[in-house]
């Protein structure tokens, strides 16, 4: 599971090019700080603060305390507290009754014991799939999809900031959402906060002509990472799908084995509703990860653990504010401790 940056990324050997010279750099500086604990914890620290509301509402419901008289109502106060954090009614039925069934067969006794499981048993069902992002191929094609609002062009700069930060990589932007006018300057705009260059196309024009150049742009440059922005509205949804489908082709033709990654960003402040305007793009963009946004801002971060039950995807990366630094590689295990122990 992806802890930090440096778990996330699928990187080539050290020694191999320059973007092995600086991730080995990167392990070095880490062994010289000498503190990858403390800095563990403090990422963790972080990650709770982030997700304090969550944490708040779901937290008054569940403590050790929950499971101190263990009967019907325990299970029914575990429930309610689970679905209102949108953890979602099947991920919740099946966490629970596991749960219920091993406590009445003896095998757990006390409430530690009972937080320490339910935080396990949440923590499988947000695993499936390849939880890590694979970086090899150069340049690596990673594409964002996803309905308008939710975070696409903001987790591109986001991005790119820490691909350049963590593994000195070197990124190139496409901004292939030439259907609104404001979106490439936004674009532009990231690129200049995250220090990177950018490829645009003028207004209206062919999406599939800025993700063609952009990738040409990288290859005769030997760069590593492109990534494309889309639009997340036009016309119709039709037409929608049937251009991220275009795009895809395109990158595709211009470089084998690209998209390497595509990217759905979903907005956790839309809890179960926004899950179901993802699915339509998780079935026809061939999403390979999900990019859950603006946990910072919800109660019903639950949902990053129903995600994977739900759209059959992993979670790979958390959006937790609005600057630079505020997005992390997402691991399970810590996001559903983060939420439940106290
Ligand atoms: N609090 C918070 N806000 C976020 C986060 N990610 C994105 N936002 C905000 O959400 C809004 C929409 O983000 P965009 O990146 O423009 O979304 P988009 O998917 O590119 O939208 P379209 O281009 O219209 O399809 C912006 O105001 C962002 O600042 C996050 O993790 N936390
Ligand atoms: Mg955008």
């Keep these: 599971m992806a802890r930090d940056w440096s778990e996330l990324f699928i990187t080539g050997e050290a020694g191999e090019g320059r973007r092995g010279e600086a991730a080995a750099g990167e392990t070095q500086q880490e062994a010289d700080s000498g503190a990858p604990a403390a800095e563990r914890r403090g990422l963790f620290r972080r990650l709770r603060e982030s997700m304090a509301k969550t944490r708040q509402a779901l937290g008054s419901e569940i403590q050790a305390t929950l499971f101190g008289v263990l009967d019907e109502h325990t299970w029914e106060r575990l429930e309610e507290a689970l679905i209102m954090a949108d953890v979602g009614a099947g991920t919740t039925a099946s966490v629970v009754e596991t749960l219920e069934a091993e406590a ?182 061939q999403v390979s990860g999900v990019v859950l946004t603006k946990l910072d801002g919800t109660a019903r971060g639950g949902i990053a653990l129903a995600i994977a039950r739900e759209l059959e995807l992993p979670v790979k990366l958390i959006g937790v504010g609005e600057s630079l630094e505020d997005l992390r590689p997402f691991d399970p295990e810590d996001f559903a401790r983060a939420l439940i122990a106290e």
């Design 104 to 285: 009445a067969s003896g095998e757990l006794k006390g409430g530690e014991a009972l937080s320490e499981r339910l935080i396990g048993l949440l923590a499988q069902t947000a695993s499936v799939g390849e939880p890590r992002i694979d970086i090899r191929a150069r340049p690596t094609v990673i594409v964002a999809v996803g309905v308008n609002g939710t975070g696409k062009t903001t987790t591109i700069g986001k991005l790119a900031w820490h691909l350049q930060r963590e593994l000195g990589a070197s990124v190139l932007l496409g901004a292939a959402d030439t259907y609104r006018a404001a979106a490439g300057e936004q674009l532009e705009g990231w690129a200049q906060r995250a220090g990177c260059e950018i490829v645009r196309g003028a207004e209206g024009s062919d999406p599939g002509a800025v993700a063609f150049d952009a990738i040409g742009q990288a290859r005769s440059r030997d760069m590593d990472v492109v990534i494309i922005d889309t639009a997340g509205r036009l016309h119709t949804q039709d037409d929608l799908m049937g251009e991220l489908g275009k795009v895809r082709r395109v990158i595709a033709r211009q470089l084998e084995g690209a998209p390497h990654e595509t990217l759905l960003t979903i907005d956790a402040t839309t809890g179960q509703n926004g899950l179901r305007q993802a699915k339509l793009f998780a079935e026809t963009a």
